[in-house]
């Protein structure tokens, strides 16, 4: 099974329609992130929280809001979403960056979201 | 002025020469530096980070950071078809030690 899974893989929607994506993960990382990834755009910070009473804005928070319902879950919702919200999303977990640790980001397996 | 700027591609190199991707950034204080691979389709995968002045050798990939010139690179020797994929450079940024920015990748594709 996989660290870090994400709920759904794929999902088309209509414009309008309220959409949650959702996060859990086995590493026991505190810090959790959503990114968004456009074709030549990279990867896009939307959300971060390092813990169950942290939630933090990226780049690109409009129009997505987030819940840290536990320290393994983290789902993020398009309250209303709208065609250019058509997207790759990514979840991820980190450990601190100390101790000689990287900090590396460990990433889900994507949820394609589309939009019409 | 992005944060992190990389060449999109595509890089075509022959299979068995060394291929360079490059990254400059603009953030003079960030911290760490990192090179993830991602196939089409598929989540990035780190392959390498680094925080001090230097090389850093790993097998067949060699990351380079140069605090003073902003830039950080990522050699990949003896390249391999299996190395095709896109490349993603990202950093922890002095302002908020905490993120992790991601440049917008390039896409390398290793020639038979």
């Known amino acids: 099974d996989a660290d870090v899974t994400q709920t759904p893989r794929n999902r088309i929607t209509k414009t309008g329609k309220r959409i949650m994506l959702e996060c859990s993960q086995t590493?026991?990382?505190?810090?959790m992130y959503w990114y968004r990834q456009d074709p030549g755009l990279g990867l896009r910070l939307i959300y971060y929280s390092f813990d169950v009473k942290d939630i933090n804005k990226g780049e690109i928070s409009d129009g997505y809001s987030v819940s840290r319902q536990a320290q393994a879950k983290f789902s993020l919702s398009l309250e209303s979403a709208i065609p250019n919200q058509t997207a790759l999303y990514f979840c991820?977990?980190?450990?601190?960056?100390?101790?000689?640790?990287?900090?590396?980001?460990?990433f889900g397996e994507g949820s394609r979201l589309t939009v019409l | 002025q992005k944060e992190v700027e990389q060449n999109s591609g595509p890089l075509s190199v022959p299979e068995g020469a060394i291929a360079s991707l490059n990254c400059t950034y603009s953030?003079?204080?960030?911290?760490?530096f990192f090179w993830y691979r991602q196939y089409s389709g598929k989540s990035p995968e780190l392959i390498m980070f680094?925080?001090?002045?230097g090389d850093k050798e790993d097998g067949r990939f060699t990351a380079q950071l140069n605090k003073a010139s902003q830039y950080v690179s990522l050699l990949i020797r003896d390249s391999q078809p299996s190395d095709s994929a896109t490349y993603l450079c990202?950093?922890?940024?002095?302002?908020?030690?905490?993120?992790?920015?991601f440049g917008s990748g390039t896409r390398l594709s290793i020639r038979p």
């Open positions: 590493k026991g990382h505190d810090r």
């Open positions: 991820a977990t980190s450990a601190p960056r100390d101790r000689g640790r990287s900090g590396e980001l460990f």
């Open positions: 953030d003079r204080g960030s911290q760490s």
């Open positions: 680094i925080y001090s002045n």
């Open positions: 990202a950093l922890a940024p002095y302002s908020s030690a905490s993120k992790i920015i």
